[in-house]
């Protein structure tokens, strides 16, 4: 073999290589990416696809993803980490803590932004304490504590905010239909934590980690600022504005840090849902369907195009809004696409636990398709 011909062939090697790392890291992109594509095919791009992308999604995305990374960086989780190990414990109630946390969390922040806020704090009291095996366990219970606490208020998951103004339901109403199956979320969860064995947890990190005041009281106010535009008390764009700048004076190293390739996998959501919305074929399909057993088939739909975009596409073709209010909401428990917010767990641990993604997707199966069954069965027999 030449010269040449040996530096073509070692070239084509690497570039394969490294294509093959960049799928390994980026499966959910780029499964995003090839759904987005195929659907194309079918709804050939015009100009309703800007009409597909929800802009406040993705700028509160990246600015807490900014801020986060910021607060990674004075090693703000890590401190806070410390703190609920010596007022816990033990892991089981550490872990409790932790998912009571993100269930909180997404009732006020949204479920997305909840996960993103509480993963890091997940990890870092599990690394720092060398409870790394309880990590998936963990992270599975944060996301679906994230996907069912969020379901009690209108704010509380994207799907409900767009059902909330759809059929302007009253604000009392919204919260007794979905009290019910918000309580029986929780008893489950707890349930399922109090099998966690109790076993003494010590920070092993020999470093003492301290804040700088300064910076911790800005980034905390950068946070602040970023669920201010979740509320809509101040326009979303603001936060493109006032959050890059900020940090471009005080650590340009977090806005390197950030996540970009999950919000390219929300851009290639966001068209593969608006593309499927458009098709003639799954329009008539779920209209015929929803005549049959709306709660179910919000159920299944979610398993297939997520819980958002199910929404509202199933709201077109039916004015029974309980069942599907319902629906979308425990449907966000089941596969891996059913919710966003499950697509950032599952991007969050394969980044902290690269090579561990089996052992995790069939952790993340067995308690989400046991959660939906429970939650769906008894939804049908109790709160319809």
């Keep these: 073999m030449?010269?040449?011909?040996k530096k073509h062939h070692n070239g084509a090697l690497s570039l394969t290589h490294a294509l093959t790392e960049f799928v390994k890291k980026n499966a959910v992109l780029?499964?995003?990416v090839l759904a987005a594509a195929i659907t194309c095919f079918a709804v050939p791009p015009d100009s309703e696809y800007l009409g597909y992308f929800?802009?406040?999604?993705?700028?509160?995305?990246?600015?807490v993803l900014a801020v986060v990374c910021a607060l990674k960086n004075i090693k703000f989780f890590t401190v806070l980490a410390t703190q609920i190990v010596k007022v816990f414990k033990n892991t089981?109630?550490?872990?409790?803590?932790?998912v009571y946390i993100t269930f909180i969390g997404s009732m006020l922040i949204a479920n997305d932004m909840a996960l993103l806020t509480f993963l890091p704090l997940g990890y870092f009291i599990l690394s720092t304490t060398g409870k790394r095996k309880l990590m998936a366990f963990t992270f599975i219970m944060q996301n679906i504590a994230a996907n069912l606490g969020g379901m009690l208020t209108?704010?509380?998951?994207?799907?409900?905010?767009?059902?909330?103004?759809?059929?302007?339901?009253?604000?009392?109403e919204f919260t007794a239909i979905m009290l019910p199956p918000f309580l029986l979320a929780i008893a489950l969860i707890t349930i399922c934590c109090l099998f966690v064995k109790k076993e003494p947890m010590e920070v092993t990190e020999k470093e003492k980690a301290s804040l700088p005041p300064v910076r911790t009281i800005i980034y905390l106010l950068l946070f602040a600022f970023s669920i201010i535009i979740v509320f809509?008390?101040?326009?979303?764009?603001?936060?493109?504005?006032?959050?890059?700048?900020?940090?471009?004076?005080?650590?340009?190293?977090?806005?390197?840090?950030?996540?970009?390739?999950?919000?390219?996998?929300?851009?290639?959501?966001?068209?593969?849902?608006?593309?499927?919305a458009r098709i003639p074929a799954v329009k008539d399909l779920f209209a015929f369907l929803l005549d049959k057993n709306p709660l179910i088939i919000s159920v299944l739909s979610c398993q297939v195009i997520s819980n958002v975009p199910s929404a509202i596409l199933l709201s077109q073709f039916t004015t029974n809004y309980i069942p599907l209010l319902i629906g979308v909401n425990i449907g966000g428990c089941g596969t891996l696409i059913s919710s966003l917010a499950s697509l950032i767990t599952f991007k969050e641990y394969s980044m902290r636990n690269p090579g561990k993604t089996k052992h995790y997707i069939l952790l993340f199966s067995l308690f989400n398709f046991g959660f939906l069954?429970?939650?769906?069965?008894?939804s049908a027999l109790f709160f319809i």
């Design 2 to 5: 030449s010269v040449i011909a």
């Design 232 to 276: 809509r008390i101040i326009p979303y764009w603001t936060g493109l504005i006032v959050i890059p700048l900020a940090l471009a004076f005080m650590d340009k190293k977090a806005l390197k840090q950030v996540d970009y390739s999950l919000l390219f996998t929300f851009v290639a959501f966001f068209i593969f849902s608006g593309n499927m």
């Design 373 to 378: 069954i429970i939650m769906t069965i008894v």
């Design 54 to 63: 929800d802009f406040k999604t993705l700028t509160c995305l990246f600015c």
């Design 30 to 32: 780029c499964i995003a």
């Design 154 to 172: 209108p704010f509380g998951n994207p799907q409900n905010l767009y059902l909330y103004s759809k059929f302007n339901i009253p604000t009392g």
């Design 92 to 98: 089981r109630a550490s872990i409790l803590a932790l």
